[in-house]
């Protein structure tokens, strides 16, 4: 058993001496790898930037320093530095410029979006002999997509400071806890001291009490109880386990991008929507309208019966549910003209074949309510007051059986779910009150609020949801008498249709196959039909 004996003062300061030792240590560290960042960048600018008598390489008044270079075309690659994109413009040597030029060779002078440079050339200006740029509609989503990048770099950065600054906390509360325990480990100690010492000088004559100084685990029950001696125990710092994968939860993923081409009509908005008739509903209260097919829609209402309507309003065919004493909840219906409804009450998921025989889908561990089927030939519910959790999503295959299971803490009262053209599920939240969007792999890809935040809308209820065949996300706000219009990124375009529409407590939306927009008000009794894109 090894011991040491040494004063309990400068055992602890000698402790604290090595900490403050190693945190000067590191900052000089860092401050050198910094430096040396710093001096590497500028070697670098230095081996790119061109002398003043070279020239940029690119405008007219230094083409004669460097004759034969032919300027890059719009939204290709810069031939200084690939892969970025020609994204901008110098208007001074009329040529399309990447980000990097805009720094480095272009930096004096005067910058301006690609557009302008069409512009320009279009109209004449500064051409010198050369044809206009023209470039392809396609090539303006190569742009979008490099300051995508760019936003991406920026919140992978934002993220991380935020991660440090956290580490920095931790760290200077790991300090600031070390120094108020060597001020009252010293304290305490110099009070046992003086004590033994006094004590011993009446003893032996102001003998010197002898501490021990040693670890926990040996010393024994019999040096415990020495009245001359102090055991004193050094502190320790236990290391944590940090792991690449808890980091990474916490840093976050970047989810790969996706390209895909498609051929979908080029359809554009229409500047005011264009009212093209109005039916009568079946029931009392109509909540959810469907396109059925040829033409036909199926509605439902606050009772049992769901409805066949033609475009003229007449009811084709009724249908009896089996629902007990509660009314179908979420209504869908599949490619082959399968209807599919939800049984609130008795947590069921029912099916109508095509000979009208209602039979058992599913059975749910919630309340479900919205439903829909996707592309794959999967069904999606909407589930309410779970068990353990308070909502989730749930996917079914064809024959009923369950695949997998979403939560989060975003979900909370989900109402409607559809599936969009990328193959995105939109979900309303009457309870949160917003609409989650997430992606196949089941992350978040956005999160929308209703735009409250303009002031235009005051509290935002979504009730139901769709997608049009170019991928537009269309939102029925039940109080502010509104529909609401997203493109596939969740960013706000306008409200297509508002109270100023003769629009009266929108509740179920459908989009037919000639993207019309079918629009179930729930009081009025009646269907509206518009057409919104050209």
């Known amino acids: 058993m090894s011991t040491f004996m040494v004063g309990p003062v400068a055992m602890i300061q000698t402790i604290i ?26 070697e670098n600018k230095a081996e790119i930037r061109p002398s003043p008598n070279q020239g940029c390489g690119c405008c007219e008044r230094c083409k004669m320093n460097q004759p034969g270079i032919i300027p890059v075309r719009p939204f290709l690659e810069c031939d200084k530095h690939r892969p970025y994109l020609c994204a901008y413009c110098c208007l001074d040597c009329n040529v ?17 979006d690609i557009f302008e440079l069409n512009e320009n050339a279009s109209s004449g200006a500064g051409n010198q002999g050369r044809g206009p740029y023209f470039y392809p509609k396609a090539t303006v989503v190569g742009s979008r997509a490099h300051n995508c990048y760019e936003v991406i770099r920026r919140q992978a950065n934002k993220q991380a400071e935020i991660l440090h600054n956290i580490v920095t906390d931790v760290l200077q509360e ?22 033994l010492k006094s004590r011993d000088a009446k003893i032996d004559g102001n003998k010197d009490a002898e501490v021990l100084y040693q670890r926990d685990e040996e010393v024994s029950s019999d040096k415990n109880i020495l ?20 980091i990474n939860a916490q840093f976050g993923i970047i989810k790969p991008s996706v390209i895909d081409r498609r051929t979908s009509k080029d359809r554009e908005l229409l500047s005011k929507p264009k009212p093209l008739f109005e039916i009568d509903s079946q029931s009392k209260y109509t909540l959810y ?31 009896q549910t089996v629902s007990g004493i509660d009314m179908p909840a979420g209504l869908t219906v599949l490619d082959d003209g399968t209807i599919l409804y939800t049984d609130y009450r008795c ?23 919205g439903i829909c089927g996707t592309r794959s030939g999967e069904i999606i519910v909407c589930l309410q007051d779970c068990h353990n959790v308070q909502a ?46 997430i992606d196949k792999d089941l992350d978040i890809r956005f999160v929308y609020d209703g735009n409250i935040s303009t002031g235009d809308v005051s509290k935002f209820t979504p009730r139901d949801i769709c997608c049009d065949s170019i991928g537009h996300i269309l939102v029925a706000d ?55 894109l050209s």
């Open 96 to 112: 399309p410029i990447c980000l990097k030029c805009t720094k480095q060779q272009h930096n004096k002078h005067t910058i301006g």
């Open 347 to 369: 947590k069921r998921v029912r099916r109508i074949k095509s000979d009208r025989k209602i039979e058992e889908f599913a059975t749910t561990e919630g309340k479900p309510n």
């Open 227 to 246: 009245s001359g001696k102090i055991n004193f125990r050094a502190p320790r710092f236990l290391k944590g386990m940090p792991s690449t994968k808890e």
């Open 289 to 319: 309208v469907r396109y059925f097919h040829s033409n036909k829609i199926l509605q439902s209402g606050t009772g049992l019966e769901l409805y066949v309507l033609n475009e003229k309003g007449e009811c084709l065919e009724t249908i």
């Open 478 to 532: 039940f109080t502010n008498r509104v529909i609401h219009l997203l493109d596939e990124d969740g960013h706000f375009i306008c409200y297509i249709l508002t109270k100023a529409d003769n629009l009266s407590y929108p509740h179920g939306l459908c989009v037919d196959k000639e993207d019309r927009l079918w629009v179930a008000e729930r009081f009025s009794k009646k269907i509206k039909v518009f057409q919104y």
């Open 392 to 437: 989730k999503v749930v996917w079914f295959d064809h024959f009923g059986n369950l695949l997998r299971e979403y939560t989060h803490v975003y979900l909370s009262g989900p109402t409607s779910v559809y599936e969009n053209i990328n193959n995105d599920i939109c979900i309303t939240d009457e309870n949160m009150r917003n609409i989650m969007v």
């Open 17 to 42: 001496l090595c900490s403050r030792s190693f945190e000067r240590l590191k900052q000089f560290m860092t401050t050198l790898s910094f430096k040396n960042g710093q001096k590497e960048e500028e």
């Open 174 to 195: 790991a300090l600031n806890s070390v120094d108020e325990m060597e001020l009252r480990d010293a304290d305490i100690l110099e009070k046992y001291e003086n004590e």
